[in-house]
């Protein structure tokens, strides 16, 4: 059965998307911590990120690097924080997340609630931060 993400990648849910290729997707998530918090994901379903190829594992690592970059571009914050944790759904994923110190990054805190008008905006600055890059 397709996970979520793999539903996301295939057109079957809408997202806020950043950017992506021929590999891997990014895409806003939508009960972020902060402003900016992004997912970025292999298209290929593997549950667990390291039983990613080597390849594909570099590959991921490399675009969610310059997912981060135009994160920081347009969001912010002193850095563009990174963890995976890959229990919530069974497709590897990585968060990107706009941090100003380390508590910015624990997921107990509330989630944001964003209009989907900011959502539009924030992941169009982001996208557009993207290709310049």
Do not use: W
């Not at 950017?19 to 918090?37: I, M, Q, R, T, V």
């Amino acid at each position: 059965m397709a996970t979520i993400f793999t539903k996301i990648i295939q057109g079957e849910i809408p997202t806020y998307k950043i950017a992506e290729d021929e590999h891997y997707y990014a895409f806003l998530d939508n009960s972020p911590l902060a402003k900016g918090h992004t997912l970025v994901i292999p298209k290929n379903e593997t549950d667990y990120i390291f039983d990613i190829e080597d390849a594909e594992y570099e590959g991921l690592f490399l675009f969610a690097k310059k997912v981060a970059k135009a994160i920081a571009k347009v969001i912010p914050c002193q850095k563009v924080g990174l963890t995976v944790i890959g229990l919530e759904v069974r497709h590897a994923h990585i968060h990107l997340i706009p941090i100003n110190s380390i508590y910015d990054m624990d997921f107990k805190q509330p989630k944001l609630t964003l209009k989907p008008e900011e959502f539009q905006h924030i992941a169009s600055d982001i996208s557009s931060a993207f290709d310049a890059l």
